[in-house]
Nanobody, 124 residues
Framework: QVQLVESGGGLVQAGGSLRLSCAPSGRTANNYAMGWFRQAPGKERDIVAAINWSGSSTYYADSVKGRFTISRDNAKGTVYLQMNSLKPEDTAVYYC?????????????????WGQGTQVTVSA
């Protein structure tokens, strides 16, 4: 069983930056595909970014391309989401997810493990 713990959320002004971290506790997730999702009030949980097991391949939702960067440090067992040029519409609860396959995973239902989420609020 992989338990994921997100950190780094908070309140930031528009144009600012935040870096989210996701670290598994218990079993390592170094060989797993990882992803970041977000869910705003009244909306579905949508993918933001995904990364394969080695970090050599990434995927971004169109809404965050050029502003967000997903990365991983398998030595530390941690996945990051660097968020720059934040906009009020980025406000949501951000979730980290892990899938037992190694490649890029874009579908929410394909992920096996989820964190509890961290709130990101961007003020205008």
């Amino acid at each position: 069983q992989v338990q994921l713990v997100e950190s780094g959320g908070g309140l930031v002004q528009a144009g600012g930056s935040l870096r989210l971290s996701c670290a598994p506790s218990g079993r390592t997730a170094n060989n797993y595909a990882m992803g970041w999702f977000r869910q705003a009030p009244g909306k579905e949980r949508d993918i933001v970014a995904a990364i394969n097991w080695s970090g050599s391949s990434t995927y971004y939702a169109d809404s965050v391309k050029g502003r967000f960067t997903i990365s991983r440090d398998n030595a530390k067992g941690t996945v990051y989401l660097q968020m720059n040029s934040l906009k009020p519409e980025d406000t949501a609860v951000y979730y980290c997810a892990a899938d037992r396959i190694a490649g890029i995973v874009r579908i929410r239902g394909d992920y096996d493990y989820w964190g509890q989420g961290t709130q990101v609020t961007v003020s205008a």
